[in-house]
């Protein structure tokens, strides 16, 4: 520890427990814009582009296993299929919403106590006993997923009408089903405080500057990118980042 360093309390919300996780969700029904069904003419999909746009979390304790909690999670996908009509036809593009839930279990540590901020906000509440419920914290990193597979299905269901003798009529209908492949991280955190080691304030000694060549100048000294001109090998590729067509 540097001797000039000093003890602070710091507010911080410590993770209690977290688990990582690399799911394969298959057979997940793809709900096209304004509840459309996907038109007989097309005979083939796939996958241009896949996200997350929404993930929604419970947190709920678990009984006879005190710390303990059941963290639920809903995805919500949005989707951008390409539809054909025939191979090398040109493609139409489709918008959809697919959904997919899943659930872990993670030690979030007890509380039985309330905080108030001066902001109005408020942890913690009573509940109709008397006892104070003081849930953790759950947040999901994950990134897009990966689409495996895309592919049209028929399925069936059972439609509004029924038969004389009473069964229900049964109604086909086709719909495109995806495969994903989704890594996540699942975290339970509460707010605690902590003493850490700090380093007093010091000015830095770097000067602000403000830039007053020429463009020209200025591109003058960039260096010729001559890895763009370069096709990448295979492991170059793949160490590589890849854009998604959603903005």
């Known amino acids: 520890m540097n001797e000039d360093s000093i003890i602070v309390p710091v507010k911080a919300d410590r993770v209690f427990d977290s688990c990582s996780d690399k799911d394969c969700i298959t057979n997940l029904e793809v709900q096209l814009d304004g509840g459309a ?103 999901c990193q994950c990134v897009d997923p990966i689409a495996l597979e895309t592919r049209i299905a028929t399925i069936c269901g059972n439609g509004g009408s029924a038969l004389p003798d009473g069964s229900p009529i049964p109604n086909v209908r086709r719909a495109v089903m995806l495969t994903l492949g989704i890594f996540s991280v699942v975290e339970l955190t509460r707010p605690v405080t902590l003493n850490v080691a700090a380093s007093p304030y010091t000015v830095p000694e770097k000067a602000c500057a403000a830039e007053t060549d020429s463009p020209c100048e200025i591109f003058s000294r960039l260096q010729f990118p001559a890895e763009e001109f370069a096709p990448q090998s295979l492991m170059q590729n793949q160490n590589g980042s890849q854009e998604c067509c959603r903005s």
Not at 38 to 64: G, H, S
Not at 84 to 103: F, I, N, V, W
């Open 37 to 139: 069904e996907l038109p007989q003419q097309f005979t083939a999909v796939k996958t241009r582009c896949c996200t997350i746009d929404n993930i929604c979390m419970t947190v709920e304790p678990i009984a006879f296993n005190r710390g303990y909690y059941s963290v639920d999670l809903t995805y919500t996908f949005g989707v951008e299929l390409l539809a054909y009509e025939r191979a090398c036809d040109t493609p139409t593009p489709l918008h959809g919403t697919a959904t997919a839930s899943k659930s872990v279990i993670l030690y979030g540590s007890e509380s039985n106590t309330k905080t108030f901020f001066s902001s109005g906000a408020s942890i913690g509440e009573t509940n109709c006993c008397c006892d104070t419920v003081n849930l953790p914290t759950a947040s």
